[in-house]
Each structure stands twice: as structure tokens, then as C-alpha cells.
């Protein structure tokens, strides 16, 4: 639920940014995550339609949105939040992990 340009600024400087199509953040949308409807408003912007879709984030709020939405989730474990059970979540142990679970170049 950062600002977007918050967001932008992050996925930049650690080079991820390059990987984006669409970055929303708290204030780009109507609806605040655990709200799967942010996901929805993210996803709609991008016309993403039907291709397949990831949620990385680092707290509660970031994968019950993914459930509510039915969307693949990762738990970003460098972040400052939690998940109450980690079992239900691929776990990423760094920001270069992400590259491997989207099948991206690294």
C-alpha cells in the first residue's frame, strides 16, 4: 500500500523496475490491499486479461489479497512484514530470487 511513486522508486534502485509493465501503489487505486480488488484495478490497468499473474509482497495484507484475487503469491522474506503461516507461500530469500520465479533472465 505504498505511494506508487514509493514502489517506483524501490523496483528501481534494486533494478527490478525493467521487469515492470504496471506499478500501482496504495494511492494509484480506489481499494487497499488485503482488498483482492486492488489486485483486479493492477491487473486491469496492465490488460493483462488472462496471462498469468504473481503477487511478490512481504506481509498479510499483500497475500490475503492474493488469495481473495486467486492469484499465485511469494513471500518476499527480506520485507518488514510477516505471514502468519508460511507454508502457504513460496518463500524468496532475496530480491535476486524473484528473476528465478518468474522465469526471468537474471
Known sequence: ??????????????GLLKYM??????????????DPRHLHAV??????????KIMIG????????????EMSFAFANWGYGSL??????VILRKFIDILDFVDLPS
Open 1 to 14: 500500500n505504498k505511494d506508487e511513486s514509493i514502489a517506483t522508486a524501490i523496483l528501481k534502485e534494486t
Open 21 to 34: 509493465d504496471v506499478v500501482c501503489g496504495g494511492d494509484t487505486v480506489s481499494f487497499q490491499k488485503p
Open 43 to 52: 491487473v486491469a490497468r496492465a490488460d493483462y486479461g488472462k496471462l498469468h
Open 58 to 69: 512481504d506481509n498479510k495484507n499483500d497475500f490475503e489479497a492474493a488469495q481473495g484475487y
Open 84 to 89: 502468519v503461516d508460511e507454508s502457504e507461500a
